[in-house]
Structures are given as C-alpha cells and as structure tokens.
C-alpha cells in the first residue's frame, strides 16, 4: 500500500506552481507538454503515474533554450475519440509536444492527430501498427511493440520448458490484443505448438472466472495472459483462485510492471513468468541514476508507467535542446536515428520507423521470504532486442 | 463435467455476489423512490473498509463483519443529515448529489491508499479449490455463495415475515399512511438506506479478496447494479435475485459460447427483457 504521506507528496507535483513555480503563468512563450493518459476507468493508475513522470522530469529541466516548460494532463478516459478530441484542444492552446497514450487504440488515433497538426507524439502503447502500417512522421515510440514481446517472452519460456506443447491464450479484443496473439500463433507454429484455445474478451470486463474455466477444460501446459493493466491483474488473480499455478504455467506477456507487483502481492506472483519493458532493477548506468534520482526526490521505486512517461518526454526535451528549436519538424529530425543511454542501456530511435530499440525483460515473481526488499518482487530471467527489420514493418513513413 | 454445467455453476457463484451488489439499491428504490448513485461507492469503501481493517490486523472474519457496518453507519449519517433534505427536490438534484457523493468517496479512497489496487488474500481455511471429478471451484466462491444465500434468506425474512418489513412494505405504498398510523417514516427511512448500503458494503467486503481492491471497482460496480435491478425490476427483492443470477449465468455462459461478447451480453441481455417486460421481470407497473 502506499502510505498516504508519500501519496499526498507525490499528489503535490500536481497542483498548480508546482512545476515552474509560478512564473509560467506570466511565460506566453513557454514550451507546452500534453500528457494525454487515462486519469479515470480502468487503467487510471497508469496514467497517474505517467503523469507524475512527465511532471518530474520537466521540473528537473526546468528550462530548455531559456523558455519555461508547462504541461497539462489529458485524461483520454482510455477512449480514442476523448482523446482526440481533448488533444485537438490543447493543440489549440498551443501545446505540440506530447507523451502519454497508454492504452494502443488511442495511441494509434492520438498519432494520427499529431501528424495532421504539426505535432509531436511518443508514445508507450504496444500495437505493433503503430510504428508499422499505421505509422507517421509526427509518432514515436519507446516501448517494443507486440512481436518483441511475445518473442523476449514466449521463446525463452520454450526453451525453458521444452515440454510445454498445450499453450492457452486469454486476449483483450482490440489492436493490442490481436497484435500479442498474431504473434504468440506464429511462435505456436514455428515451434509446433499445440494453440488449445483462446478466450477473447471486451475492454470493460473485470470478472475473468468464465474464460478460466474454458482454459481449465482445455488442460494446457502454460496459460498465456495477453490482457494489460487491471485486468491482467484481475485474471491472473482468479487464476491462481482457481488453482492454476498448481497445474500449469503462468506467462503473462506484458505486465504493467512494479505497480502490478505491489497491487498483487507477492504470494500471487510467485512463480509466475511477466514480460516486462522496465524493471526497477536493470542494471543500467542510466536506469541506476534514474532510480537513485527518484528515490531520493520522491521516496519511492519508479514504475514502468512513471519511468515510461519519464523517459518518453526526456528524449523530446534532448531533441528540443539538440534541434536548439521548437519547431517540430526540427526536433522530428533530432530525434530520428538518435543513440542515447537510456533505461534498458543503449537505445536507439530507428528513424525508418520512429521505434526506439531496445531490451524486452522476461521477469519471475519470486516467494516472499526470498524478497531483499518490499520491491524485490521479481527476478530478471532474460532479455533481448526483437524487432521486425525495418522492410517487414510495413510502415511506409510520409 | 460438461463445459457448460461449469459455467453454469460458475455463473451462479457470479449472480448472487451481483444479487447482493444490487439488492440495497432495489430496497432503498422502493421504498423511497430514490434512485441512489452513490450505491457503488458504498460497495467500494466496503471493500477498502475490509482491506484497511486487514491491514490492520483484524482477522477475516471480523473485517466482512466490521467493514459492512461502517458503510450502514456511514450511510445512516448522509441519509440523516443530508439525503433527507433532498427529497422533495426534483430527480436531477438527487443525482446530482449522489453522483458527486461516488465522487468525492472515489478520491478520498484514491488520496488515502492511492491509485493503484490491492490485493487481500481469503483467510487459509478457504484457500485452494474443491474438486468433484472433473469440476474444480474455488473455496472462497463457494463461501461467497454460502454467505449471499443465507444474506438473501435474512432479507427476505426482515421484508416478509416481521413488523419493519411490514411498515416497509406499506411505506413502499403510501408513506403518508404510515405516518397517519403515528410511525416514525423518517427513522424507517434511514434504516432502510442504511440496510441498502450495508448489503452493498458487504458485497464489496466479500468481492475483495476475489477481483482485488481498486478505486474504480464503485463505477463497474454501479453499472452491474443498475443491470441487475432493470432486469428484476425496481424495488423487487426477488426480482434483484432473479437479476443477479441472470446476468452471472448469462456472463459465463457466454464466456464459452462467444468469449468476446459475454460482457456485451449482459447489456443485451437487459435489453431482451426490458422489450418483453418493461417493469423487469418482477417489476410493477407505475
């Protein structure tokens, strides 16, 4: 749980004044971010923490080529039209540089609008269409989209378990959903693995105890959860309820990391197998500092979404500084092709796609009593850099 | 075991966590005539009452005991001082205000144990699953049922076979009778809100260790709610059973038949019975 002080601290960064104290108000000129997250619904504990990052790294830059930087939170409430229209809004009041987009059907629609108003978008969302089919000159992304996940995850889970020839599959039925298990089937079938079944389902649903019982019928070797955020959480929880650890492998592909540790609790996590984009404990010299910097402004470990928003809103302030203008079109260039220390080590912007490369964690939830730390929820088991080559991609940038 | 016997037996371990969800809202909907959207955040806070009290170290039992009286006490205070006052007024300010009565619980939740969920885990004696050949069931379901079973029967006891039922039922009616009759139909009105929220503070005390805690489980909540007494009709006690169990079978039938659409079903589901009987399925004509 976290204690009400350190909440109520972290809640502060919020308020007004906060972030450039006070004299953006008098700054026309200022350089204005949108973080367009959901603040509200189902996955608005993502989005608080994103906001909290972008927040935090835009006080620590202060100022960037002698202009404040201000910044307004979007709640997308998770829909893509919300979150169109809200950040045609803030485009209005000025605002073309924006981080956020949790959930990948509004990233995919937030892109397009940012391409169409002269923007900047970097996103977290893992649809593999949008830095493919989908992509465009205004849409960058740090997270490793659909297929690396499934291959940093799925592949390294078959050679550890080379027995495992049943795999069941539960998927949230949109563009992220789709994408994990397009890639999980081609996986299944370059490996001859038996695919026993899937359960697909909505957006809105929290009670999971229906498709568990589908995937117990099916007898499978590994379940594969392919849902995100609170409901990953919610499944994988009445997994376990059900017995499933006992007879089966737990995969889930892509957990939303620390902050669904610590809403889980370590007796839920134990022996299950989480993808992961970020892990407090990389051991990166950058990650190492980030971690140190949080630690000591806000007394906590970062999470993925706070770390995502961090680092997706630090490499367009790089740009701004390396472009030395706010030009858009300027800073698009800075950024393409661009190698830097990132999170996961090296990171490099792809400029063919505007994918940023980098390493896919496949993490084990560990037993309480071998905790070092009330975040030590978890060991890293393997890593790697998949990707689609740039001609598989299917992005043809305009 | 047939699939489908297992998704039955599963939904009805569904429905009747949903029956006790939307029981209170019916109650208080009948007899008040008081269409609460605050209901939800009642079953939130009764969760979070149960996760708090846990944390605190207050066994299991004590806390699905504790964290629902708080929530009718709390429920008895906004009815007593506030709700009361309120009641003449036209339907939009009662939503109004219960709508931002869910709001306001909603941050506090959030600004007291954060945004993100948490976990409770059922206490050992219901850890584990029951297996009967080929039907695997999680003991703390079956508890989830045993209890709503017995809460169902002590409501429909309280509403049928004793005095308050009685003047609860007749104030259903006609409230200017039962004050005629020299009863006190505001104290009657407070128990009976209370009694709402209690039941709803129980069903989240009971659906924590279960789906976890989080500060947005009140707005799911409310919307299922609000299903099950559309399909029961409004104010029926047992057209919130029927409802309930309805939806929970429908909701994990669906799960086999057509895995995507078991959610959307629901919604459908509602929308067959509001054609064929407008009132729900228990409901009385206006």
Known sequence: MIKRRDFLKLSALATPGALTFGNVFAQSDAIKFGCPVPMSGAFAANGKYADMGMKLVLQKYGKVLGKNLTYTTIDTEGKPATAVRKLQEAVDQGTHFFAGGILSSESLAMGKEAEKTKSIFITTAGADEITGSECNAATFRWSVPTFGAIAQTVRPLLEKLPKAKRWYTITPQYVFGDGLLNAAKDVFKEKGIEHVGNSYHSLAEKEFSGYLTNAMAAKPDVLLLLNFGSQASDALRQAVSFGMKNNMTILMAWASGLEQFEALGPDICDGVYFGAQYWHAIDSPFNKEFVSFVNSSLKIDPNYSFAGSYICTKIVLDAIIKANSTDPKAVIAAMEGVKYEGLTGVEEIRKGDHQVIKNYYLLKGKAKSKMRNKNDFADIVSFGKSFLPLDKTMCKMT | ?286
């Not at chain 2, 959207?37 to 969760?47: D, M, R």
């Not at chain 2, 009565?101 to 144990?113: D, G, H």
């Not at chain 2, 209690?198 to 299922?224: H, K, N, Q, S």
Request: glycine share 12%.
């Open chain 2, 1 to 286: 075991m047939n699939i489908y016997i297992l998704q039955i037996a599963n939904g009805i371990g569904i429905g009747m966590l949903y029956f006790l969800l939307a029981v209170g809202l019916s109650i208080v909907f009948g007899l008040l005539r008081f269409v609460n959207f605050s209901h939800g955040a009642f079953y939130l806070i009764g969760a979070y009452f149960s996760f708090q009290l846990g944390e605190m170290g207050l066994n299991f039992w004590w806390s699905l005991l504790v964290a629902p009286l708080i929530v009718g006490v709390f429920a008895w205070l906004v009815e007593k001082f506030v709700l009361r006052h309120i009641y003449a007024l036209p339907h939009h300010f009662h939503i109004l205000f219960t709508v931002g009565l869910a709001l306001v619980l909603q941050e506090a939740v959030i600004s007291y144990w954060g945004p993100l969920g948490n976990n409770i885990s059922p206490p050992d004696i219901l850890q584990g699953v029951v297996m009967l050949g080929s039907f695997i069931f999680p003991k703390y379901r079956l508890f989830v049922i045993a209890v709503t079973a017995v809460m169902a029967l002590v409501l429909w006891w309280v509403l049928e076979g004793t005095r308050l039922g009685a003047i609860v039922r007749a104030g259903s009616e006609s409230t200017e009778m039962v004050s005629l009759l020299g009863l006190n139909i505001d104290r009657i009105f407070s128990l009976v809100f209370a009694l709402g929220a209690l039941t709803a503070g129980l069903a989240g005390a009971l659906a924590a260790p279960i789906r976890g805690v989080d500060p947005f489980m009140g707005v799911e909540a409310l919307g299922i709610a609000f299903v099950v007494v559309v399909i029961g009709g409004l104010g029926s006690f047992f057209g919130a059973l029927a409802g309930g169990l309805l939806v929970g079978i429908v909701q994990s039938l669906m799960s086999t038949i057509w895995s995507e659409g078991a959610h959307l079903m629901i919604y459908v589901a509602m929308a067959a019975v509001m054609l064929l009987r407008p009132n729900g399925l228990f409901g009385r004509s206006s």
